[in-house]
């Protein structure tokens, strides 16, 4: 069965680093988009970024963009998130999220990792 | 404030059905193919229980049912059971973006 399993959460101070990592299996990882998707407290889902099944292509939310670089490592079935340049309302749940090849949805997520920017 | 429009809460008796609807600027998300929805119970993962406007996968049952009309989708549970009591989001995705909407409580009374 399709697992993913997030990791490299905790507590940072503003303008602080963290790298977030993703272990997946039960699928062919090379083969799907993969995605971060984040939820601060009490509030709703907010997309941040893609990355294309080959690794070629990125995108990222307006809100993260020039800050948070995704990126994955096709022979080991896991993808990444580094967050730089942190600020209190990054403070969130990340989730890892397997998409598809080439359609347009959010298929399986992973238990999702907390991340609290607070000085 | 999301793009997508969603009612903060719906509410309805075990074995009704109920329809929970996801409005969009029509100018921001073109033809409004792309639409999935997302079932979130408190504490735990969202998962997956509409893509494509209608399509449902395998693993989710045939009382969720989904639909769109001009640039508002529409969720419907039919007979409505108490597991289904959670928060559900409309998203629209494109190749490089994807948009939430704000969610929607479902009560089962």
């Known amino acids: 069965q399709v697992q993913l399993v997030e990791s490299g959460g905790g507590v940072v101070q503003p303008g602080g680093s963290l790298r977030l990592s993703c272990e997946t299996s039960?699928?062919?990882?090379?083969?799907?988009?993969m995605h971060w998707v984040r939820q601060a407290p009490g509030k709703g889902l907010e997309w941040v970024a893609l990355i294309r099944y080959d690794g070629r292509k990125e995108s990222y939310a307006d809100s993260v963009k020039g800050r948070f670089t995704i990126s994955r490592d096709n022979s080991n079935n896991m993808v990444f998130l580094q967050m730089s340049s942190l600020r209190p309302d990054d403070t969130a749940v990340y989730y890892c999220?397997?998409?598809?090849?080439?359609?347009?949805?959010?298929?399986?997520w992973g238990q999702g990792t907390m991340v609290t920017v607070s000085a | 404030q999301s793009a997508l429009t969603q009612p903060r809460s719906v509410s309805g008796s075990p074995g009704q059905s109920v329809t929970i609807s996801c409005t969009g600027a029509?100018?921001?998300?073109?033809?409004?193919?792309?639409v999935s929805w997302y079932q979130q119970h408190p504490g735990k993962a969202p998962k997956l229980i509409i893509y494509d406007v209608s399509q449902r996968p395998s693993r989710v049952p045939d009382r969720f049912s989904g639909s769109k009309s001009g640039n508002t989708a529409s969720l419907t549970i039919s007979g409505l059971q108490t597991e289904d009591e959670a928060e559900y989001f409309c998203?629209?995705?494109?190749?490089?973006?994807?948009?939430f909407g704000g969610g929607t409580m479902v009560t089962v009374l």
């Open positions: 029509r100018s921001d998300f073109g033809p409004f193919e792309f």
């Open positions: 998203c629209v995705g494109t190749f490089t973006t994807y948009v």
């Open positions: 039960g699928f062919t990882f090379s083969s799907n988009v």
């Open positions: 999220v397997k998409g598809t090849y080439v359609q347009i949805y959010l298929d399986y």
